[in-house]
């Protein structure tokens, strides 16, 4: 039954991997081998259908139905309305100039450092510093693009060197984060974003950070010698560098929510991110109202976040849903259960191992994938349960898997942050990724070292 458990197990994972690799729709692929696979394993083992408490069985195929629609249930009421209220808030910054702004005035300075490789290093802090507020990386991306790439070209620096370094700021971390909250959610700490992200994610962040900055001067200085020596010129098209129509003070308006709950979580009051997001969209909207003297003009902004909010339910929001319950089917099958029984008897290594072994596979599905959220949203919830039989915290499993998602987009050609790198600087998306791959990897190694660190 072991064999046969792993057996079905990889099956099922490997086929569902094909049909998305045919360009199927993720969300209906995973949805699908999700209810195929419960009833499977119903059939086979007489594994119950998941259901909430209290809620009687009526059928294996009325039960699945029943998972699905509770799955939705939950995930909206928790994790997928946090997740809309942070892109609400995200989109009215970006209506308003306000986060635009912010970049602009954040790399200014960047002009002001004499050696372009520098420079380099600097954009990518500054950039990595930014995520925490704007947490899109194709939005940030875009906002560099039009704010410091321009600066960067004026500098003498060429531009697949400009794009690949603009590429590199790609962890998604933070309390407002969509994958830091899916994360929480995974984890059981829905409540505890906040104390995830200073007790763990930011340590993760802060390797990658420091030891990238470091390594960018060395690696770029010698990648462009090594492209001198063979001749490889590309034609420079410098853009005009626009200032935002809007005030200055705006640049504060994306940090409102960080602000709120940083300072509540320190103050001991508990406020959840929803409610952090919604007090930060009143309030500028009232700023709002006070610039422009229009009621009618910031009456119509709220279409503007319920868009953003519709929008990530479709991007985002669905694709945690069919993640949740196909990484219910694997578990159902049980093979994973027993590849974690084996692996547990060899001791400590064994958390080393699958700390690599899933961190390489949410890695390799987003490349293929270009976007990290199913990969990590249906690996991470089956990490979350193997973690206890490995004796240790469900976070020191899944959080090398969601930096490994964002490292993985960043290294996929069909990514939208790394097409719009490409299409600014007249360059093919493999170019980029040739460039920034030893340091992805290294990213990578950086990630796994500190996840392991967790454990001794």
């Known amino acids: 039954m072991s064999v046969l458990s792993i057996v079905l197990t990889l099956l099922v994972v490997v086929g569902t991997g094909y049909y998305v690799l045919k360009a199927y729709n993720p969300i209906f692929v995973l949805l699908f081998s999700g209810i195929v696979v419960l009833c499977g394993a119903f ?162 962040v802060v390797a990658y950070v420091v030891i990238i900055a470091l390594v960018i001067p060395l690696y770029y200085a010698y990648v462009d010698k090594r492209d001198k020596a063979k001749s490889e010129t590309e034609n420079v098209e410098i853009t005009e560098i626009t200032n935002p129509q809007c005030p200055l003070f705006y640049i504060l308006l994306p940090w409102l929510p960080i602000v709120l709950l940083f300072g509540t979580y320190f103050a001991g009051i508990k406020l959840d991110v929803v409610s952090a997001n919604f007090i930060a969209i009143s309030f500028c909207f009232l700023i709002e109202f006070i610039r422009h003297r229009d009621g009618k003009r910031v009456s119509e902004d709220i279409i503007v976040v319920l868009k953003a909010m519709a929008e990530i339910f479709v991007s985002v929001v669905s694709i945690i849903i069919a993640a949740s319950v196909f990484a219910e089917g694997i578990k159902a099958l049980g093979g994973l259960e027993v590849i974690v029984g084996y692996l547990a008897s060899m001791g400590n290594i064994a958390v080393l191992l699958c700390i690599i072994v899933l961190s390489f596979l949410v890695f390799g599905i987003t490349i293929i994938m270009g976007s990290g959220i199913a990969a990590f949203s249906a690996i991470g919830n089956i990490a979350a349960n193997l973690a206890p039989k490995l004796g240790i915290k469900p ?31 007249k360059l093919e998306p493999l170019a980029i990724i040739k460039r920034t791959l030893p340091l992805l990897l290294l990213g990578m190694v950086i990630n796994i070292v500190v996840a392991w660190s967790f454990t001794l």
């Open 43 to 204: 059939f086979l083992y007489g594994a119950e259908v998941p259901l909430p408490k209290n809620t009687p069985s009526q059928g294996v195929f009325l039960d699945v139905y029943k998972f699905l629609s509770a799955t939705f249930a939950k995930t909206l009421s928790e994790v997928g309305l946090i997740i809309m209220s942070v892109a609400g808030f995200a989109a009215y910054m970006k209506h308003i100039n306000a986060s635009s702004k912010l970049a602009f005035v954040a790399n200014a300075p960047l002009g002001k450092i004499k050696n372009k490789y520098l420079i380099l290093s600097g954009t990518f802090v500054v950039g990595m510093m930014l995520k925490i507020v704007i947490s899109s990386y194709a939005g940030l991306i875009l906002l560099l693009l039009a704010s410091i790439y321009p600066v960067l070209i004026s500098l003498g620096i060429r531009p697949i060197t400009a794009v690949s370094v603009l590429s590199l700021i790609t962890l998604d971390y933070g309390p407002k984060d969509g994958n830091s909250i899916n994360m929480a959610k995974m984890v059981g700490e829905p409540d505890n974003v906040v104390g995830l992200f200073l007790n763990y994610q930011l340590w993760s």
């Open 395 to 425: 976070i020191i499993l899944v959080l090398p898997l969601e930096i490994a998602s964002c490292l993985g987009r960043a290294a996929s050609p069909i990514a939208g942050g790394i097409l719009a790198l490409a299409g600014f600087a």
